[in-house]
């Protein structure tokens, strides 16, 4: 299909962008935890494997699969499935394995200036645009907020979901896709997907279509899906890794790429934060007391609206600066040592670096029953 193909079937559906705020609509709700879908060891202590799927539990992730790709029928809005459902789904399609696992969710991202689209479409298809807020009374709750596509986007990024509504706008119990994680791409006037302040490769965003079950499925990028593993350090993501690699879908040219955009994003948070020390290292003179030099950090614009979640990293900064010559060099010193600013992009680089490891040793393995094949 064309993309003018795409946008006259879209018109079809009469999707237009809502006239007004939706009413709040706040739902209690589970909280999801991470080792969930981990296996356990005969003592009850969790591994960093995903629990096999049954077979039911199989048919009900194709199901919910399958009523994915029907929400998005017949609409151009961008979307694709992010995260390790991607390997196993590349798995699938490829006939070379299967489900990699239990995966805690379904995870797309789409496109932010379709989020109105997106909006309309949901509320046709029964499903809503949701924020989802943790409940500091009870962490084994969060509370669903449903929001407009303007407040969607302007919420913090880990809140976004889609959900399934009954007419009065309550989440439904009986539906089994019943919620989505949501991640918004922002791009540059140049149409460029912006990540952390740098700009990713475009056809990292480039959705990989796939038939399931006679359902189109929008796959991700295999580089897109190692890059975004590789900044997670949940206990499951090395083994997701190396069922990537081992799949065959990930080349040496990607895990270059990968190691590039990894060292763009580190030269550009050296670089930020050598832009705040400099402006507060020049607020700081010899002999202020541990409290001023804390009032020059907590001043900074970048530094204030995290100063609470920061404050006690910042007071002993302080502290030890104040002891010093309170000199830029020894300043910057200290505030790089204190925030651990250098600690994760060397752990990020030691990723990309058995990234690259399990990338070529499954090249090898291809190759080696290449030839096996070939003799017999």
């Known amino acids: 299909m064309t993309e003018e193909e795409a946008k006259n079937k879209d018109e079809d559906l009469d999707i ?49 699969i399958v009523k994915l790709g029907k929400i998005f029928e017949g609409s151009d809005i961008r979307w694709q499935l992010d995260g390790a459902l991607n390997i196993s789904l590349y798995n699938i399609s490829s006939g070379k394995g299967d489900y990699i696992g239990t995966h805690k969710d379904i995870d797309l991202s789409v496109e932010d ?45 880990e809140h976004y979901m889609i959900a399934a509504i009954d007419s009065e706008g309550k989440i439904r119990e009986d539906e089994s896709l019943k919620e989505i994680d949501v991640h918004l791409i922002k791009r540059d006037q140049d149409g460029n997907p912006i990540f952390e302040r740098i700009t990713l ?3 990292w965003f480039e959705a990989q279509p796939i038939d399931f ?37 990930l080349s040496i040219e990607d895990v270059d790429e990968i190691e590039q955009n990894i060292n763009n994003e580190a030269s550009s948070r050296l670089s930020l934060a050598g832009q705040i020390i400099d402006r507060v290292s020049e607020k700081i003179t010899l002999g202020m007391s541990p409290e001023q030099i804390f009032e020059a950090f907590a001043k900074d614009p970048m530094i204030a609206k995290d ?17 010093g010559d ?37 090249g090898e393995i291809e190759r080696s029953k290449k030839e096996l094949e070939d003799k017999f």
């Open 326 to 362: 309170c000199s830029k060099e020894e300043v910057k010193s200290l505030t790089l040592e204190a925030f651990k600013i250098e600690a994760p992009i060397l752990k990020q680089k030691q990723k990309v670096k058995e990234l690259r490891s399990l990338v070529e040793d499954a």
């Open 113 to 157: 200036p379709d989020l109105e689209k997106l909006e309309t479409l949901l509320s046709q298809r029964g499903y809503g645009l949701f924020l989802s807020h943790r409940n500091r009374d009870d962490p084994t709750k969060r509370n669903m907020e449903q929001v407009s596509a303007q407040k969607f986007r302007e919420a913090e990024p």
């Open 307 to 323: 100063v609470e979640k920061h404050s006690k990293t910042l007071h002993d900064l302080s502290q030890r600066i104040s002891e």
């Open 16 to 64: 237009k962008a809502p006239e007004k705020e939706v009413a709040p609509n706040i739902q209690e709700r589970p909280a999801f935890f991470d080792d969930w879908v981990l296996a356990e060891n005969k003592d009850g202590t969790k591994t960093d494997t995903r629990i096999a799927l049954t077979a039911e539990q199989k048919g009900r992730m194709n199901e919910n």
């Open 213 to 249: 079950e006679g359902q189109k499925i929008n796959l991700s990028q295999p580089a897109r899906v190692a890059f975004f593993k590789l900044h997670s350090d949940r206990s499951y993501d090395r083994t997701d890794l190396i069922a990537l690699a081992r799949s065959g879908n």
């Open 201 to 203: 490769p475009k056809k």
